[in-house]
């Protein structure tokens, strides 16, 4: 008993001091650049001081977008079902509703893009010239691996043109 409860210690402790790889092998996300650049902060030889900058930006971005996210959650109906469509035609002002909800999600969808943006050019600028190379060498890298292995990358859908989850369907 006493064997098997410290071998699975042992294992537990192994698990827990080997380094996650899986993460490191995704690509950048636009909505969070921060977190890719601090992941690979042994690759890019960051000091202290850059990586402390760098999770300030990542803080800021976090703080600007939350409102925006729980304004995208606030436009979705509470009765949120899978869309089917309508057996009777809609009305004018259900119509208008429809297209003043998309307009609303595609506004907060830009000022995410853009919080996002903003928040990747002020981390690469935390970056010198050399590192900065290096990023856009570790995110080619990644981009090539994802189209070798037939994986998505971020902000790509998978599967057949015109399947639940293939390119083609719209994200809303």
């Given at each position: 008993m006493r064997i098997a409860l410290a071998i699975a210690c042992f294992a537990a402790l192994a698990q827990a001091q080997t380094r996650d790889t899986s993460a490191m092998k995704q690509p950048m996300d636009p909505e969070n650049?921060?977190?890719?650049?601090?992941?690979h902060r042994s690759d890019l030889?960051?000091?202290?001081?850059?990586?402390t900058q760098l999770q300030n930006i990542g803080a800021q971005l976090t703080m600007r977008t939350r409102p925006i996210k729980d304004s995208l959650d606030a436009l979705r109906p509470?009765?949120?079902?899978?869309?089917?469509?309508?057996?009777?035609?809609?009305?004018?002002?259900?119509?208008?509703?429809?297209?003043a909800t998309r307009r609303a999600n595609a506004r907060l969808l830009g000022e995410i893009h853009d919080a996002g943006k903003s928040a990747r050019d002020q981390a690469v600028a935390v970056l010198n010239a050399d590192q900065q190379k290096k990023?856009?060498?570790?995110?080619?890298?990644?981009?090539?691996?994802?189209?070798?292995s037939h994986q998505p990358l971020i902000n790509q859908r998978g599967?057949?043109?015109?399947?639940?989850?293939?390119?083609?369907?719209?994200?809303?």
């Open positions: 650049p921060t977190a890719f650049i601090i992941l030889k960051l000091a202290d001081s850059q990586v509470s009765n949120a079902r899978p869309a089917s469509l309508p057996t009777t035609p809609m009305t004018a002002e259900q119509r208008d509703s429809l297209f990023l856009q060498s570790l995110q080619d890298q990644l981009a090539f691996e994802a189209r070798m599967g057949p043109p015109g399947s639940a989850s293939g390119a083609g369907t719209r994200p809303y």
